[in-house]
C-alpha cells in the first residue's frame, strides 16, 4: 500500500486538541450565557450557577474523555 | 522513596549534563505493593493509593462521629464547623436539586460529598501527594453505588415497569420521534450517566497530578542546566524559578478543582436521584 501522508510524533496530543475544540465552544456559552442570565436577573443567581455548573460538567467530560484516552489505548 | 514506577527507573543524578528530560507519564500513577495480603486464591497487594482511601475513610467517620455523637441543640466546637458542611450539602445539593425531598437524602449526599473530597485533597497534602481518585477503581465504585441507588430508587418509586418505561419512552412526545429517542434515552440513562460520572472525577485528578508533577519535575530538571556556564546557567535558572511559581499556582488552582469536582459529583448524584423519584410528565 503507498502511503499518501504520514503523521508521526505525539498524536494523543493532537487527539486532545481536536477533543477539546467542542467542549471549549460550549464552555465559553454555558458561562458567558450564565453571567449574562446572573446580571440580568440577580436574585436568581443560586439557580443560575447550579444549572451552570451542570451544564459545565457535562460538556468538560468530553474534553476529559480525549485527554484520558491517549493514556487508556496507548501513544 | 522511589515507590512509583516510572521515574524511579530513570537513571539520572542531579547535575548530571547528558540526561534527557524525565517526563512523567501515565507511570508515576502505577505503585508498586508496600505489601501483599495472601487470601489463598488471590491475594491482594497494598499499594500507597489504597492505605490513603484507607485514611480517607477514617478521617471523614471519625470527624462526624467526632461532631455528631453526642450533639448539642446549640453546638459548640467542631460540632459548628462540621454542621457547616452538612448545611452546604443541605441548601445548596439536596434542597436546590429535590426541595423538600431531598431532605431524606442528605446523609448519603454529605458522606459522598466528604469522602470524594477528601479523596481529591489527598493531592496536596504533603507526604500524602497523590489523589486516591486518580485510581481509576475508587470513582468506579463510587459510581456503580449512585448507579445503584437511583436505579433502585426509580424502580421502587415508579414500579419495575413503569420506571423502565419511562425511560425508554419519555412521555409527551409525538409518536414517530421514539425510533430515534428510545436508542438515546436507554443508552444515556442507563450507561452513559455512571460512565462519564466515574470518568469526569478521574480523568480531573488525574490531568491536576500529571500538570503538577510536570513543572514540579521541570523546575528540578532546568536547575539541572545550571551546570553549564553562561547563558545557558541564566535560562536554566529563570526556568527553574518559573516552573517553581507556576507549581505553587497550579496547587492553589488544584485546591479549587477538587472541591468543585467533588461539588459536582454530588450534584450530580442528587439529579439522577431526582429523576429517579418523579416521572417525567
Known sequence: MMILAEITGSLGSIGYGLAAIGPGVGIGIIFGNGVQAIARQPEAYGVIRQNMILGFALAEALALIGFVAPFVFGA | ?281
Open chain 2, 1 to 281: 522513596m522511589a515507590n512509583f514506577i516510572s521515574l524511579a527507573e530513570v537513571t539520572c543524578k542531579f547535575g548530571d549534563q547528558a540526561c534527557p528530560f524525565p517526563a512523567p507519564g501515565a507511570g508515576i500513577f502505577e505503585w508498586r505493593a508496600i505489601t501483599s495480603l495472601n487470601l489463598g486464591l488471590t491475594s491482594i497487594d497494598i499499594t500507597k493509593p489504597v492505605i490513603l482511601a484507607l485514611l480517607c475513610t477514617v478521617i471523614v467517620s471519625v470527624v462526624f462521629l467526632a461532631a455528631f455523637a453526642r450533639p448539642k441543640l446549640v453546638p459548640t466546637g467542631l460540632q459548628n464547623v462540621v454542621e457547616v458542611g452538612y448545611l452546604f450539602v443541605r441548601d445548596n445539593i439536596a434542597r436546590e436539586i429535590m426541595g423538600k425531598d431531598g431532605d431524606r437524602f442528605v446523609p448519603f449526599l454529605t458522606s459522598l460529598f466528604f469522602f470524594v473530597w477528601t479523596m481529591n485533597v489527598m493531592a496536596i497534602i504533603p507526604v500524602a501527594q497523590f489523589p486516591v481518585s486518580s485510581r481509576f477503581a475508587f470513582p468506579v465504585v463510587l459510581a456503580l453505588i449512585v448507579w445503584f441507588v437511583y436505579l433502585y430508587l426509580g424502580m421502587k418509586n415508579q414500579g419495575v415497569v413503569g420506571y423502565f418505561k419511562n425511560i425508554a419512552f419519555p412521555p409527551g412526545m409525538p409518536i414517530g420521534i421514539y425510533p430515534l429517542l428510545t436508542p438515546i434515552e436507554v443508552l444515556s440513562t442507563i450507561i452513559i450517566r455512571p460512565v462519564t460520572l466515574a470518568i469526569r472525577l478521574f480523568a480531573n485528578m488525574f490531568a491536576g497530578h500529571l500538570l503538577i508533577t510536570v513543572f514540579t519535575v521541570s523546575a528540578w530538571y532546568l536547575l539541572n542546566l545550571t551546570n553549564f556556564v553562561g547563558f545557558v546557567s541564566v535560562i536554566g535558572y529563570l526556568g527553574s524559578i518559573v516552573s517553581f511559581f507556576v507549581t505553587i499556582v497550579l496547587t492553589g488552582f488544584e485546591m479549587f478543582i477538587q472541591a468543585l469536582q467533588a461539588f459536582i459529583f454530588t450534584l450530580l448524584t442528587a439529579v439522577f436521584i431526582s429523576s429517579s423519584l418523579h416521572a417525567e410528565h
